[in-house]
């Protein structure tokens, strides 16, 4: 069949050239150029080499693409200007970035406008301040039970299942699909449907795709619209106790957004929903395998779990990074910047800064400032599921340990091949003692 000119135009211009371009900065040493590839061949010590190299030439590293900052401070300072906007120069939200929005392509992508992560004030703080009032600390709070009879729902099925079991298919990625699932008003029977969509389009964070895996996502992406606009029609119809039928409501009676971005902000929450969970847990699971002394000590103090999400948050966060904009000439860590220029914010190497963490390689589950890792973002684009993320990650990883404490990862595990999104999708294991008594 022959390819639409236009889309192979947009492939050229989104993946083709700006590949070509980082292999060459690449073959002349481009700090940037390196981390491109290594976040590709997921190979930590190859980032954590590139992250200190970055972080002893200075907070603002200059770059053949533009900069990027490891540094801890600068990366929030980057975070929290008032003088850059999210993504790359002169798409996101510029007139350019506009002119490519859904009316154009025809189907939502989490990068362009509308978008909460590809849109400014004023129009971010509208759509936001529609998604906070809905998603309120109290909301999220009261879901904690929820959340634990799905945890042990999925524990009883895995424990029913003889052998070695795939955590990161049968457990990570299920609970935060369900649990967003359920709380957007997704009916149970479409969860692997949202949870099939969601896998495919995770690649649409990165750029320098193939030809095929961006005509794979592009295929999800434009299935996850058609199913978000039969969705939140039947909410309007049939609304019920989940907060997708509040926000749908609430957008109805008070105004404010149109329809794109309702179903913009709605889908990207509940995408951001379960993409990202399943890394936070996986990874944590994967770490345990290699630091069974850290799991002893969560087993012996369960008051430690909180701190434990966060430590793993903070050493293998499942966004690696984020990209911002400069929208004029401005000043950034001390140094003159000029407008337009492209600034690469690596969350997983400021969470490794030694100014700010005492031996910052080192997975330590009692680590006092833990918490204090860049890994769901810092200001206006702070993560708005962070305190659901946190507590799913908590219930998750507390059951499924206490389930199985002699749990035992097998080799085979492999990482996902997406780039911004870090996390595993196969994780195989033996559950142990309890596992062998139900079958
Ligand atoms: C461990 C899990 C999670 C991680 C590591 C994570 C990370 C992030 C990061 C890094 C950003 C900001 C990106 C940027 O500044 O460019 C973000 C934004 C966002 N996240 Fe999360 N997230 C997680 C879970 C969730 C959950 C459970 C939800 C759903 C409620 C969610 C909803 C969102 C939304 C709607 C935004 C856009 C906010 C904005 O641009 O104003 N995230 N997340």
């Known amino acids: ?60 590293v200059p770059s053949r693409l533009g900069y990027l900052t490891a540094d801890h401070a600068v990366v929030r300072e980057v975070l929290g200007s008032p003088d850059v906007r999210t993504g790359f120069p002169l798409t996101a939200d510029s007139p350019v970035g506009r002119a490519l929005t859904w ?30 009032r809905v998603f309120s600390v109290k909301a999220v709070d009261a879901l904690r039970p929820r959340i634990q009879g799905i945890a042990d729902r999925l524990l009883d099925d895995l424990a029913a299942r003889p052998g070695v079991v795939d955590l990161a298919e049968d457990y990570c990625a299920k609970l935060p699909v369900i649990v967003i699932s359920e709380i957007l008003g997704v009916p149970a029977e479409e969860h692997d449907y949202v949870l099939q969509l969601g896998t495919g389009a995770a690649p649409s964070l990165d750029f320098g795709l193939s030809w095929r895996a961006a005509q794979h996502v ?36 008070q105004g404010g957004l149109n329809e794109v971005e309702l179903k913009s902000t709605a889908g990207l929450v509940l995408a951001a929903g379960f993409e990202t969970t399943v890394n936070l847990i996986g990874n944590t699971i994967a770490l345990f395998s290699d630091h069974p002394d850290q799991l002893a000590l969560a087993q012996a103090d ?58 910052p390689d080192r997975f330590d589950v009692t680590r006092a400032n833990a918490k ?37 990862l097998q080799p085979g595990r492999r990482r996902r091949t997406t780039r911004v999104l870090r996390g595993f999708e196969h994780l195989p294991a033996r559950l142990g003692a309890d596992h062998a008594a139900h079958v």
Not at 375 to 391: K, N, P, V, Y
Request: aromatic share 6%; with cysteine.
């Open 103 to 132: 009316a154009k392509f025809g189907y939502l992508h989490p990068l362009r406008p509308p978008s909460l992560l590809a849109t400014e004030p004023p129009d971010h703080t509208r759509y936001r301040k529609l998604v906070t």
């Open 218 to 253: 592009e295929q999800s992406l434009r299935d996850f619209d058609a199913w978000l606009d039969h969705h939140i029609e039947r909410l309007r119809r049939e609304p019920g106790d989940d907060l997708m039928s509040k926000l749908v409501a609430a957008r109805d009676e």
């Open 372 to 408: 204090d890792h860049l890994s769901f973002s810092s200001g206006r684009h702070f993560c708005l599921g962070a305190a659901l993320a946190r507590m799913e990650a908590e219930i998750g990883l507390r059951s499924l340990y206490d389930r199985f404490p002699d749990l035992r």
């Open 1 to 60: 069949m022959q390819a639409d000119p236009k889309a192979v135009t947009r492939w050229s211009l989104e993946h083709a050239l700006p590949r070509q371009l980082v292999r060459v900065a690449r073959r002349r040493g481009d700090l940037q150029a390196r981390l491109f590839f290594a976040a590709e061949k997921h190979e930590t010590a190859d980032l954590v080499e590139i992250f200190r190299e970055a972080q002893e030439k200075g907070p603002l």
């Open 302 to 359: 369960p008051g430690l779990w909180p701190n434990v999400v966060d430590e793993a948050l903070r050493i293998d966060p499942p966004v690696l990074l984020t990209g911002r904009s400069t929208t004029r000439q401005s000043t950034i860590a001390g140094q003159p910047v000029r407008e337009n220029a492209l600034i690469t914010a690596v969350l997983a190497a400021a969470n490794r800064d030694p100014k700010v963490f005492d031996d």
